[in-house]
C-alpha cells in the first residue's frame, strides 16, 4: 500500500517576530523587564473551567439604546464618522479629496456567538448595534487575527456577497478568509501585510502595525498567523487637505509598540484602543491593556482623539461589565485629560469626530 505523505504547511516569512515556523512577540517591542511566562495556555484552561463555578457578574442581556446618528453620511473635510458596532467592530466613514467617502469595517463579528459553534462559547450580552443590512458598502474591512472574538467566518462570508470588499489582514489568516468564501468567485480580494507594510486602495494608505497579542483558533495551530492593527489614512494624495488618520489597534497588550507607530507613522488624530478583558491580571497582561494602560497608549501614540474598544459585548474575562469604563474616566482624570479626549460610544452610535484645533493637543 503507497505512503501517502502528509501536507506540509508553508514555511512563514522569517524576521524578528517569526522563526520560519511560528509567530511570536518581539522583545522590542514589550515593556521593559518583561519575562517570559511559561505554560500559559494549561493555565488559562484551568481559569476558564473555575470560572464555571464562580458567580456571573454581566447581565444576561441587555437592551441597547436607540443608535444616534447617520452611519450613511458623508464626514466633512478633516472629520470621521464612527459608528461602534460592539467590542472591536467599528464602520468607519473617512474623506476623500474628491468628495468621496472611504468606508472601513474593522474586525466585523456580528453572530450570536465568538466560538467555533453555535451552540456553545461566549454569547452576546448586547445585540450588534448596527445590522449589516442597515450598513454601507463597505470598501474595505481589516481583520487583525484569527481569534474568534474578531474574525468570524459567517460575518465575512455576508459581507463578501455583499459588497466584494478588500480584505486586509496579517499573514497566515488568509487561509482563514478563504473559509468564509473571500478570495474566491468574486467575494473581495484578500491581502496579507506584515509590520510596517503598507498598501495604496485608491488614494488610501494602510499599514499594518504591531501589537502584543497571539493567536490561534484550534489547539493546533497557535501563533501560525500574525495579529497586528492599522493605521488608515484615508487621501495621502491630500495630506493637507484634512483627511484624518486613524489607529486601530486590535487587540493588544501594553508594550512599546505604541511609541514605535507614533515615531514611524506619525500621530494618529483617532485612536481606537482596547479598554477591556484584562482580568485576572496574570493571565491577560500579555495580551490585554488595562483601562490605564489604554490612557498611556494614547499617550504615547500622542493621538489627538481616542475611543475604547473591546467591552461590554461578550464575557471573556473576570472584571465586572461597568468597570471598563469607570476605570478609564479616572484614568483620564489621573492623566489631566479631558473626558472627550477619551470617550466610548453607545453600541450602534455613530459619532462625528472633528479634527482638534491645535491648542486643544497638548
Same mark, same amino acid.
Given at each position: 500500500?503507497?505512503?501517502?505523505?502528509?501536507?506540509? #504547511?508553508?514555511?512563514?516569512?522569517? #524576521? %524578528?517576530?517569526?522563526?520560519?515556523?511560528?509567530?511570536?512577540?518581539?522583545?522590542?517591542?514589550?515593556?521593559?523587564?518583561?519575562?517570559?511566562?511559561?505554560?500559559?495556555?494549561? !493555565?488559562?484552561?484551568?481559569?476558564?473551567?473555575?470560572?464555571r463555578r464562580r458567580?456571573?457578574?454581566?447581565?444576561?442581556? $441587555?437592551?441597547?439604546?436607540? &443608535?444616534? /446618528? %447617520?452611519?450613511?453620511?458623508?464626514?466633512?473635510?478633516?472629520?470621521?464618522?464612527?459608528?461602534?458596532?460592539?467590542? !472591536?467592530?467599528?464602520?468607519?466613514?473617512?474623506?476623500?479629496?474628491d468628495g468621496s467617502t472611504l468606508t472601513v469595517l474593522t474586525d466585523p463579528v456580528f453572530s450570536e456567538r465568538c466560538s467555533p459553534v453555535r451552540w456553545a462559547g461566549p454569547r452576546r450580552v448586547r445585540p450588534p448595534g448596527r445590522a449589516i443590512a442597515d450598513l454601507p458598502r463597505i470598501d474595505v474591512i481589516l481583520v487583525s487575527h484569527c481569534h474568534y472574538d474578531h474574525l468570524d467566518l459567517p460575518s465575512l462570508t455576508r459581507l463578501g456577497r455583499r459588497d466584494t470588499p478588500v480584505v486586509i489582514t496579517p499573514p497566515g489568516n488568509a487561509r482563514h478568509l478563504r473559509k468564509a468564501g473571500l478570495g474566491h468567485a468574486g467575494l473581495g480580494e484578500i491581502v496579507e501585510l506584515d509590520w510596517w507594510e503598507d498598501i495604496a486602495v485608491g488614494q488610501a494608505s494602510i499599514t499594518c502595525t504591531p501589537a502584543r497579542h497571539g493567536s490561534a483558533r484550534t489547539p493546533f495551530d497557535r501563533n501560525r498567523a500574525l495579529?497586528?492593527?492599522?493605521?488608515?489614512?484615508?487621501?495621502?494624495?491630500? &495630506?493637507?487637505?484634512?483627511?484624518?488618520?486613524?489607529?486601530?489597534?486590535?487587540? !493588544?497588550?501594553? /508594550? *512599546?509598540?505604541?511609541?514605535?507607530? *507614533? %515615531?514611524?507613522?506619525?500621530?494618529?488624530? $483617532?485612536?481606537l484602543l482596547p479598554v477591556g478583558a484584562y482580568d485576572p491580571r496574570i493571565l491577560m497582561e500579555a495580551v490585554h491593556t488595562t483601562p490605564e494602560e489604554s490612557v498611556q497608549a494614547m499617550l504615547d501614540l500622542d493621538a489627538a482623539q481616542a475611543v475604547g474598544m473591546h467591552f461590554g459585548t461578550f464575557r471573556l474575562t473576570d472584571e465586572p461589565i461597568d468597570e471598563p469604563l469607570r476605570r478609564l474616566a479616572a484614568a483620564c482624570a489621573a492623566a489631566g485629560l479631558e473626558a472627550e479626549r477619551f470617550t466610548s460610544l453607545n453600541h450602534g452610535e455613530c459619532r462625528d469626530f472633528a479634527p482638534l484645533p491645535p491648542a486643544a493637543r497638548p
Open positions: 500500500m503507497p505512503i501517502i505523505p502528509l501536507p506540509v #504547511s508553508p514555511p512563514l516569512p522569517v #524576521s %524578528d517576530h517569526c522563526d520560519g515556523r511560528r509567530f511570536f512577540n518581539p522583545a522590542a517591542i514589550l515593556p521593559p523587564a518583561t519575562a517570559p511566562r511559561a505554560a500559559r495556555a494549561l !493555565s488559562i484552561l484551568r481559569w476558564q473551567w473555575d470560572r458567580i456571573a457578574n454581566w447581565p444576561a442581556r $441587555l437592551d441597547n439604546p436607540p &443608535p444616534a /446618528g %447617520d452611519p450613511h453620511a458623508h464626514p466633512a473635510p478633516g472629520h470621521a464618522l464612527v459608528t461602534f458596532i460592539g467590542h !472591536s467592530t467599528f464602520l468607519l466613514r473617512l474623506p476623500r479629496a495579529w497586528g492593527g492599522f493605521t488608515i489614512h484615508a487621501d495621502t494624495g491630500n &495630506p493637507q487637505g484634512g483627511a484624518p488618520r486613524v489607529f486601530f489597534a486590535g487587540d !493588544s497588550g501594553h /508594550g *512599546r509598540h505604541w511609541r514605535q507607530i *507614533r %515615531d514611524r507613522l506619525g500621530a494618529p488624530d $483617532l485612536a
